[in-house]
Nanobody, 116 residues
Framework: QVQLVESGGGMVQPGESLRLSCAAS????????MTWYHQTPGKERELVAA????????YYADSVKGRFTISRDNAKNTVFLEMNKLKPDDTGVYYC?????????WGQGTQVTVSS
């Protein structure tokens, strides 16, 4: 079955960086776009970044443009989110997602906390 496993979260100070990873299995990874979402308590998940079948097609929310970079390694079935110049507003749980066959698939999420 489809499985997405995020890792790389943690607690950092403002201005620092983190690199999130999402390991995918159970489907042909290279055939599907991948996305990262951000969620804070009491709010809906918000799309942060999306990537097409290769690194040439990418989307970023305005709040992260110029700071975050999404990429993928199709040989390793993994999508990454490089997060630089982190801000306290970036705090929350980050989820990996893919959409196929009319269904959304989610990982368990990884917590990112940005605090001084």
């Amino acid at each position: 079955q489809v499985q997405l496993v995020e890792s790389g979260g943690g607690m950092v100070q403002p201005g620092e960086s983190l690199r999130l990873s999402c390991a995918a299995s159970g489907f042909i990874f290279s055939h599907y776009g991948m996305t990262w979402y951000h969620q804070t308590p009491g709010k809906e998940r918000e799309l942060v970044a999306a990537i097409g079948l290769d690194d040439e097609l990418a989307y970023y929310a305005d709040s992260v443009k110029g700071r975050f970079t999404i990429s993928r390694d199709n040989a390793k079935n993994t999508v990454f989110l490089e997060m630089n110049k982190l801000k306290p507003d970036d705090t929350g749980v980050y989820y990996c997602n893919t959409h196929m066959g009319g269904s959304d698939y989610w990982g368990q999420g990884t917590q990112v906390t940005v605090s001084s």
